[in-house]
């Protein structure tokens, strides 16, 4: 897929839609175009993330090891969807793996060089940025949602683990200034 055609599709992207053309282009210069089969890796837990992607169709499976061996799924990226979007945020491992569901056809970013495009427009960055951060609030509220729901489900132990979860969220917020 070419440069031009990944520029037409980006600008379809409601996230996307806050770049000028030319920031388009440039950044379908540094995409590529990627196809997984059903049930393949396309990142794994605890790689680097040094790319970001955009599902064109197709549905990917965002998957957390716990323990030695059981996994669950976080989420479900369907198409025109983002995914890999904390390898622009910060310069961690990946949190989860990404596995393809079907056959997926996703573009690819490089994080670092679509981080130096966009920063050539500040306010469309920041936009951009701003968008990205209501996504992951969104993702971390449905995972609050889900967590709740399962710590609720058993009745026997339901006071317990809400304890517990109040405590888990303590811990996590508590180094954040509201």
Partial sequence: MDA?????????????????????ENIGKICIA??????????KEGDSGRSIYVVMSGKVHIMKTIGSSAEIKLSTI????????MALLANIKRSGSAIAQGDVQCIEMRATEFMQIISKESVTAF???????KILC??????????????????????ERIK??????E???SHWDF
């Avoid at 369907?78 to 979007?85: K, Q, T, Y």
């Avoid at 969104?138 to 006071?159: G, M, N, P, V």
């Fill in 34 to 43: 990627r196809a997984f089969q059903n049930n393949q890796i396309i990142f």
């Fill in 78 to 85: 369907s198409e025109d969807m983002i995914f890999g979007e």
């Fill in 138 to 159: 969104q993702r971390l509220d449905q995972l609050d949602q889900e967590f709740i729901s399962h710590l609720t489900s058993c009745s026997h132990c339901k006071e």
């Fill in 127 to 133: 936009r951009f940025i701003s968008e990205l951060a």
């Fill in 164 to 169: 517990d979860f109040i405590t888990i969220n």
């Fill in 4 to 24: 031009t055609l990944i520029k037409n599709y980006l600008k379809k992207i409601p996230l996307m839609s806050y770049f000028h053309e030319p920031t388009l």
């Fill in 171 to 173: 811990k996590l917020y």
